[in-house]
């Protein structure tokens, strides 16, 4: 879930022209997500894109995936396909997505490898890698704050060398 979502911020960023743009969450961005992790959106919520991309890298979640998707007019189908096709454009030769989110399928994989050079390519990006060497953003419209999973760790794990990171696991997987 949490490699698919390097994915996912990565299209975005590529395919959003402006990160500053509010988004008003609506109903439609909790459906099909219960039992995935969440950032804390709430229904009424006016964030930015550039917030969302935060909530998608940071607590992993499926909230503001969702977000983002339907607010860039796109089908889950659709947004899909922008993932292929990059990944295709990237060089990844084993990897598949199939759905934005990371949920569990037989028919959503990569490889290390594949994973490696997928963050080679988007570290390039200086959006991304902004967001990706983030531990904590606050969402001040709707004061949230998110941690990222280095924050979590760093009490067991010293992660002061680690700039950045995305770790999460699912079931499945």
Do not use: W
């Amino acid at each position: 879930a949490s490699l698919t979502k390097i994915m996912t911020t990565l299209v975005a960023i590529e395919n959003i022209s402006n990160l500053d743009k509010d988004v008003v969450i609506t109903s439609e961005v909790f459906r099909g997500i219960e039992d995935y992790s969440q950032a804390g959106l709430s229904i009424g919520d006016k964030v930015t894109f550039k917030d969302l991309l935060y909530g998608i890298m940071l607590p992993s979640g499926a909230d503001c995936v969702r977000a983002v998707i339907l607010n860039m007019g796109k089908s889950n189908d659709e947004f899909v396909k922008l993932m292929n096709d990059k990944a295709k454009e990237i060089g990844l030769k084993n990897t598949n997505f199939d759905n934005a989110i990371g949920m569990d399928s037989d028919d959503n994989y990569s490889t290390a490898g594949d994973i490696a050079k997928l963050l080679i390519y988007a570290l390039d990006n200086e959006t991304f890698k902004t967001i990706y060497t983030t531990k904590s953003y606050t969402i001040s419209s709707i004061n949230l704050k998110l941690n990222s999973t280095l924050v979590s760790y760093a009490n067991r794990l010293d992660t002061s060398n680690i700039l950045g990171a995305k770790s999460g696991f699912t079931d499945g997987a």
